[in-house]
Structure formats: C-alpha cells, structure tokens
C-alpha cells in the first residue's frame, strides 16, 4: 500500500534508516554482548577476559540446574501435547459448530490470554494451596507441588494461544474443501482427517511452537505454581540472578536464548510470514511476554 | 472413452432402496441441528472442563481470598467477608505504589511510541521484500525469552559493565542507572517495543500512499502531512500499540525485580511481596484482581478499536 | 436407454433458515440425461436447492428423490451425487491426480480400479500430462476441468454444478460452455447447473427453472421461457423486454395505463390486471402509417437512439410510456431520428400477456 514517501536523500530520509538502524542496534547489542561475555575468561559478568567455555562446563556439571533444565522440557512437552489436543478441538468446536453455552466457552477461553500473569501467578498458588490443605484434610494425602501443578498452570494458559493460533487458521480455510470432501463419499471423521487437519497442520505446529516458547520462558506463574523441590530452568535462573549475577548465568541465559532464537526461527518458517498477518498473532499473543 | 463404462455408483446406502428411507421433516431437522450442535458441544468439553477447573475455580478463590481477613499469625482467615484490604489501596504505601507503577507504565508507552512511529513507517515504506525480512528481525527478539533479555541488560549496566565503560570513555564518569527507575523503564522499553512496532506498522502500511502524496500536493509542509494525514490515518495503530504496551507494563514483575533492585517498585513485585514475604494474601489477591479488571478494560478498548483485524 | 423415472424429483421441497424460507415449496421434475438449469438472481434459493440436492443442506419439510429413491435424510457422502462447487473446492494439497482419485478411496474402490478410473477422467476433461500438479498451480480454466473430473469419475447418477463458470473470464467462459454441453452428452448423466446468468443457461441447457425468492417461477425449454414468460419476473428477467401495465378489456385486446389500446391474444378474462412484454428484435419501426396490415402497432415520436455497434435501440414514446425497438446495424436500415414520429409494430403472436 504505502509508497516511498520521504524523497530519497531527503534529511527525512536519512533520519528515518538512522532510526531504523539505531532500532536494530538497540533490539540486537544486548544480545550479542550477552553472547560474547558467556565467552568470556573473567570472573565479571560484563568484562571482556579473554576466551574460554569454562562457565558452559559449569553449566553441566551444576546438577541442580541440569536438574531444572530437564523438568523445563518435560513440563514443557507435556503441556504442549496436552493444550495442543484441547485447544485444536476447542478450535474446532467454535469455528465450525454452534451449541449452546458457546459464547461463555469462547470468553472463558480468551481470558487466560488478557489476564496479567501476576494475576494468574496468584491464582495458581492460591488454588493449588487450598488444593492440597483439601486434600489433606479429607483424604490425608500429602501431596505438595512440583512437576504437576507447574504442568497444570502451563496447560491452563497453553490451551488459550493454542486455539487462537489453530482457529485463525481455520477460519482462514474455505469451509467449501470438508463440504466437498463430504460429497466426495467421506464421513465427518474422514473430511477431518484428509482435508481438514491436512490444511491446518500449519495452524496446529505453529500453535504447538509457541505453547513450547510460552512453557520454556514461563517466570511468573511458575514459580508460584513450583515447590521447593522441583522448578523450572527460567524460575531457578531467576533465583540466581536475585542473589547475584555470575558468569555462568551467563552461559544458561544464552542456552536459553539459542533454544528460544531456535523456536523462533521454526515457527516463522511454518508460518510464512505474510506482512499484515504479523498482526493477527499480535492480539493472541498479548500475555505471556508481559512478565 | 466415456465414463459410462465403468460401473455405476453403489446405490444411496447400505441397504440401498430396500433400506426404509425417509422424507425430511422439521422434527428430522432439528434433530440434526441438535446433533451437529451436540457435536460441537463435545469437542469444547475437555479443555472446558479443564478451564473450569484450572482456571475459573482458581479466579473464584482469587475473588474470595480478596474479601477474606488476615489473621495475626499470617494466616487468612476466609470465613468473615470484609472489604477491607480493598479500602488499603487508599493508603498512602499502596497509593505511592499503584501511581508509581501507572506513570512508568505510561512513560514507557510514550517512548515506545516515539521511537516505534517513525521505524514503522520507515519499514512500512520499504519494498515487501525488505519489509518482511525487516519484521522478521523484529520477530525475532519478540519471541526470545524474556528473562534473558532483561538479564542482558543487568549485565550492560552493571557496575564493571559496557554501560559505565562506555560513558567513563566518554567523559561522563561512569554513569550507574542499574535498580533505578530508568533501567526499569530502559527493560520495559527494550521488552515491549515489538508490541508498539507490529500494529503500528500494520496500519500505517494499509495507509494508501497516494494520500500522503496529495497532502504534499495540496501544499502541505512535511510536518502538516504528517499531523494532518499520516497521524490520525494510523491512530488504530497508536491506540493499540499503545495498549499492548501499556497493560504488560503495569502488571510487569520480572523486570523490576531484575533491573530495579527487589525493591517494591512496581504492583507486580508488591503482589508478590504479599504472597512471598509479607503473608497478607487478602492484600495481595486484591491487588491482583483490580490489576486484572484494569487490563480487560483496556482489552476490551482494544477489541472495540478493531484491534482484532490488526 | 434413459431412465422413465424421473432423476431428481423434488415435491413440495422447503427449506427455512429461522424465519427466513429460503426454498419455498418447490415441485421439480429432472429427467435422466436432462441439462437442467436453475436460474435466478442471486438470493433466490437456487444454489440452497442444489445443497438440498446434494445433501449439504436437510430439507424442513418435502420429498426428495433421485431415481425413485428417497433421499431426503441422507448424509452427502451417501448420495449417488457429485457436486462441481463455486470455486472448484479444489484440495490445495493434493495434486490433480489425488483430487480425482479422492472419492474413490473414500468409497473403498480397489486401488487396481481407481488408477484406469483417474486415469479416464483426466483424459475425458483433457488435463493429461497436469496430474501431478498441485491446485495452485493450474489456471482457472484447469481447475475447473480437475473438478469436473473429480466429480465425474464417481460416475455420479446426477451431476450438480454450482455457478461452475462464474470465476472464468468472458472469452474462456463462452470456450467452456460448448465443452461442458459436449462432455454431458458425451458421459450422459443429468446436470444440474445452477446460474445467475441467463444467457448461460438458454445457450446450454434443455429446460430451465426460473426462481426467485425461493420460489419456482416457471419451467421450461428455453426457448419457452424467453417467448412465452407466464410472469412479470422471468419476461424482465429473461433478456430485454418491453413491460407494459394494463387491462384485458375484450378478446385479445389490452387497454395499456396510458389509455392506448393494443392488440395482444390471451386467455385472460376481461377485467385481469396484466402485464404485456414485448421484445425490442420483435418490434419493428416505420414511417408513420407504415405498419404491415396483420400487424398491431402504435404511433408514436422516437426519443433517443443508442448506438450499439452490431445493433441500434430506438426509444420510441407515446402517451407517457415507452417501446424500445432494436433493429440490426445493416446498410439500408431504417434511417430515423430521434423527435422523427414513427409507427412500432409487431406480430400479435410475439407478445407475452402475463397476469399480475
């Protein structure tokens, strides 16, 4: 739509691509710094003393941060299958069905995006805690929190940008492709699995990516849904970093970095970028960066 | 070569016409209706139930717990229902904190504007070639894990850091802005800007470009083009990037804790505080309910603006 | 040999939508091997007749048969039908070859079967050679014969096409309609094609059915239903025509609102307000007074010509109403002007009296 307006060679011009690159510079230096000092042979964090990969080898052989890294991937997994398959269907019952108490569902289903991840932090902590005074109290179990309630708390708000992701992407589809699949002697379960899922297997990927990233970068809500015990990578780095930064935080934040940059990249790809689609995710994807 | 010579379709069913088919009538279909809506009723049910249970239950007990009292030893005491610790958010510790929060909120808002306006014009301007390959750089520190990000920037600024190298070079002295309020603003900023770009430049891209030409033509200055033409033409733009910037700022709570030192800067951090350290859940579960009543009012501001077709 | 029984047949068919009836108790006899088209503006029930036919759609109320067999409450996938959509409803990833061979496997066919099968229908619809092409990269025209051949290779008992020309361009548009009438009398199925566009549907098909607002306005060859419309809608619907309100006031006699009185051979008694439509090509312009003796005719002043290039429109008026005439652009014609005064004539048996 938009034209080049500013005349080439114009002061505007030039402003405007300074600016653009002084943005660029601003989203990219602390990046790359953070990279090059996890490289770096000094005991401070932010001083350039020559090379070596000593604060990775710490890294692996820090059992509790190996310890958190692997409840990270298994939370993350989980929790991914588990909202993929809720969410895809609940797409699928709000794009291509009409039953009663639909409306209810679809705002019930938006509000884990809008909610400020304070708030559902709180309400997960309160929640889990009446939880298991209950459970005590009238079964005498002594359960406490960890790997499950931390997977819970992730499904809780994965099913939500699942569904958005899978639902944009049905309604994009011509509903005409499962009429005609149903014309051509297929049964509903039939249209589904040879037209339907075919073509918002994007929708579905994509929407698996990011339930990935949002469980990996999770701070908030999980460390009030984790116990002492067990916790995730970011909840234990956060930890860290209140007690004092070390260079070997630095190396975790950049492992978590390359997985996070790694997901980017995948999901971008399964997507196709399109100008103008960038938007449309923008709104399902509100929450979960505002920690 | 004509079709009719393979064999002709099986009959309409099992059965075929020995079957008893039936003429439709309304009541075959409303019983179909209710069967397709029966259908769509039971695909929503698991992840329904699921956001009843995880979700709705645990927001009731949000709301309760507000209403609760604290008792003496940090315990809440759920039986007796007050308003109590909503009538605290007037107290002068709150109040500071609720203001302080709203104006870093607003300034970090304001300066997204500033700086995000003239790059996503800038991008929306380029040929789409260059335009996606500038948006996916944007994407890119977007989806990058957030606490990372914030820690880089504990590490610029910190004490032996790049920053206070960079502004002892300069003949600054070296300058210390980490756990002040503008390193918070400074996270915040470097945080949220995408959210500020990515709507922005989805309205001004729409703009059609022979509109800024005729201002020019119809002898407007650069500067009147733009305040006349380009602003109020990609004001859904402004208002949503402004709001997805504005509602995560608020409520935000892992930068104040990395950037501003854990000292209770923000409403995120001083809800925490209740739950973590100071034990008074009542407090804090209203707290957490007022800073979601204010974030679906600005959503709901958002969808009413269109922010769904941007 | 074609069937006696009829292909499709719809009695007393309605289909609402809430409070909206969008087929209204419609009476619809297709015969085996017939080009059938359903005809009318858009909105006027004609493609929901085709769902209901295919199935995508349960009537309210009515029967529905295809060869005798009531078809009324079946699903879709259980009818001897195949549906050509709007937009092709081409699978984007699936190429040509597994867009035809889909209703096969769906139905089970023996795998040996389904490749000479698909290996036919491409052939039938000239497409070899872009099997392994996926949607996107065919041309419109190419889609449309990928779908026609995905539907044919089922060897449906009736084939309904829903506005299958409406997204070609004119000159590949007029190119397909002698195809498709070929390619029917070739397989020898029933189509059922839905149009808005009347000139597609007298060049194309054996009968037509004229509807609006869900309603069957008339069936009828299509020479029928351009010469003889049994209402105001299908005579304005069907080309041009001239209306003219009035009243039968004797045998074959009409008193037009203006006052001027016309011969115009009905069976409307006297007294029926009726509307009478006239044919520009079937009006003739002479000189005052000119008018051949077996003709009826009016007097009146030429208002405006309109040049069309193969043909020129006179506007002729009298008495506040208006007659259009065209006449063919050959060398020698009718040189008349506009304000010259003129006599429009045509045969008595050219026009249509309809009742309101």
């Given amino acids: 739509m938009m034209g080049a307006t500013a005349r080439p060679g114009s002061v505007t011009a030039w402003a405007l691509s300074g600016t653009a690159w002084l943005v660029y510079a601003f989203f990219y230096a602390p990046i790359v710094l953070l990279v090059l000092f996890s490289f770096s042979d000094d005991r401070n964090v932010g001083r350039w003393g020559g090379v070596t990969l000593s604060w990775y080898e710490q890294f692996i052989d820090h059992s509790q941060l190996q310890n958190s890294l692997w409840v990270s991937i298994r939370v993350a997994l989980l929790s991914t299958v588990i909202s993929v398959v809720l969410g895809t269907l609940a797409a699928l019952a709000l794009e291509r069905f009409r039953f009663r108490g639909q409306r209810v569902f679809d705002a019930l289903l938006y509000l884990p995006i809008i909610i400020p991840d304070v708030t559902m932090a709180v309400m997960m902590l309160l929640f889990f805690s009446e939880g298991i005074r209950i459970a005590e109290l009238l079964f005498g179990l002594d359960l406490t929190k960890g790997f499950t309630t931390i997977t819970i708390s992730h499904i809780a708000f994965n099913i939500s940008f699942v569904s958005v992701v899978v639902r944009a992407r049905l309604s994009g589809m011509n509903e005409q492709l499962e009429e005609a699949a149903l014309d051509l002697y297929a049964n509903r379960w039939r249209s589904f699995r040879y037209v339907t899922l075919p073509q918002i297997a994007p929708g579905i990927a994509g929407g698996a990516l990011l339930a990935l990233t949002l469980s990996l970068d999770d701070v908030v809500v999980t460390q009030f849904a984790s116990g002492p015990g067990s916790t995730t990578l970011p909840v234990f780095v956060f930890g860290m970093i209140r007690r004092g930064v070390t260079p070997l935080i630095n190396a975790v934040s950049v492992i978590m970095l390359a997985a996070s940059i790694a997901l980017v990249i995948l999901s971008l790809a399964t997507q196709r970028l399109r100008a103008g689609e960038t938007g449309w995710s923008l709104g399902g994807r509100l929450r979960r960066r505002s920690d | ?310 | 040999m074609p069937s006696a029984v009829p292909a499709v047949g719809l009695h007393q068919i309605t289909k609402r939508f809430g409070d909206v009836i969008a087929v209204d108790s419609v009476d619809l006899e297709i015969a085996d091997g017939e080009f059938f088209a359903l005809l009318g503006p858009s909105g006027c029930g004609k493609t929901t007749t085709l769902r209901l036919i295919a199935g995508l759609e349960f009537p309210t109320t009515g029967s529905l048969r295809i060869f005798g067999d009531e078809v009324g409450t079946l699903p879709p996938n259980r009818r001897p039908v195949n549906t050509v959509f709007q937009n092709y409803a081409l699978f984007p990833h699936m190429t040509a070859e597994e867009n035809v061979a889909f209703g096969l496997r769906m139905r089970k066919i023996p795998k040996a079967e389904v490749e000479p099968r698909v290996r036919d229908a491409i052939a039938l619809v000239h497409m070899e050679g872009m099997e392994q092409r996926r949607p996107d990269q065919l041309s419109g025209g190419q889609q449309q014969r990928v779908a026609l051949a995905r539907a044919l290779v089922n060897s449906p008992k009736v084939l309904l096409l829903d506005e299958p020309l409406g997204a070609l361009d004119l000159k590949l548009r007029e190119a397909m309609q002698l195809e498709l009438k070929a390619l029917q009398r070739e397989v020898g199925i029933t189509f059922v094609f839905v149009t808005h566009d009347q000139g597609e549907a007298l060049a194309m098909s054996d009968r037509i059915g004229v509807m609006d607002g869900g309603r069957l306005l008339q069936v009828g060859a299509p020479e029928e239903i351009y010469a003889r419309p049994t209402n105001r809608f299908v005579a304005d619907f069907i080309g041009h025509a001239n209306l003219l309100d009035g009243m039968v006031t004797g045998p074959d006699r009409v008193t037009l609102t203006n006052g001027v009185t016309i011969a115009a051979p009905s069976d409307i008694q006297p007294g029926g307000r009726v509307t009478v439509s006239l044919r520009p090509e079937q009006a003739f312009l002479h000189r005052q007074g000119g008018a051949p003796e077996h003709h009826a005719s009016v007097d009146g002043q030429v208002e405006q010509v309109t040049y069309l290039g193969n043909a020129l429109i006179y506007r002729v008026s009298f008495q506040w109403m208006h007659i259009d005439v065209r006449e063919e652009n050959r060398p020698g014609g009718a040189s008349v002007g506009a304000g010259d005064d003129v006599t429009v004539s045509w045969e008595p048996s050219s026009v249509a009296v309809v009742q309101d």
């Avoid at chain 2, 329904?48 to 940090?74: D, K």
Wanted: a positive charge; aromatic letters at 12%; glycine letters at 10%.
């Fill in chain 2, 1 to 310: 070569m004509t079709l009719t010579a393979v064999p002709p379709p099986s009959g309409p069913g099992p059965g075929g016409a020995g079957a008893a088919l039936l003429e439709a009538t309304p009541e075959f279909e409303r019983a179909a209706a209710r069967a397709d809506s029966r259908r769509g009723f039971l695909l929503s049910l698991p992840a329904y139930v699921y956001l009843l249970l995880f979700f709705a239950i645990p927001f009731g007990i949000v709301v309760i717990y507000s209403v609760a009292t604290r008792n003496t030893i940090g315990g809440t005491d759920l039986a007796g229902w007050n308003l109590d610790s909503y009538r605290r958010l007037a107290e002068p510790i709150v109040r500071d904190i609720l203001f302080r929060s709203l104006w870093i909120a607003v300034l970090t808002t304001l300066i997204c504007l500033v700086v995000a306006y003239p790059f996503s014009y800038f991008i929306a301007t380029r040929t789409p070639t260059v335009r996606n390959i500038m948006l996916v750089f944007v994407m890119i520190p977007f989806w990058t894990n957030f606490l990372v990000r914030n820690y880089a920037w504990r590490v610029i600024l910190g004490s032996d850091g790049p920053f206070a190298a960079v502004t002892e070079a300069l003949g600054l002295g070296r300058q210390e802005i980490l756990f002040t309020h503008s390193a918070v603003i400074l996270g915040l900023v470097y945080g949220f800007l995408p959210f500020m770009v990515l709507p922005l430049y989805a309205a001004i891209e729409r703009i059609d470009g022979s509109l800024i030409e005729a201002g020019r033509d119809l002898y407007a200055s650069g500067a009147q083009t733009f305040r006349r033409v380009l602003l109020p033409l990609s004001m859904p733009g402004v208002l949503a990037g402004s709001i997805l910037v504005f509602v995560p700022s608020l409520g935000a709570y892992v930068t104040p804790q990395i950037l501003g030192g854990g000292k209770s800067t923000m409403l995120g951090s001083y809800i925490v505080v209740q739950f973590l350290t100071a034990r008074n859940w009542p407090l804090g579960a209203s707290l957490s309910f007022v800073l979601m009543t204010v974030m679906l009012t600005a959503t709901l501001i958002y969808f009413r603006a269109g922010g769904r077709n941007l």
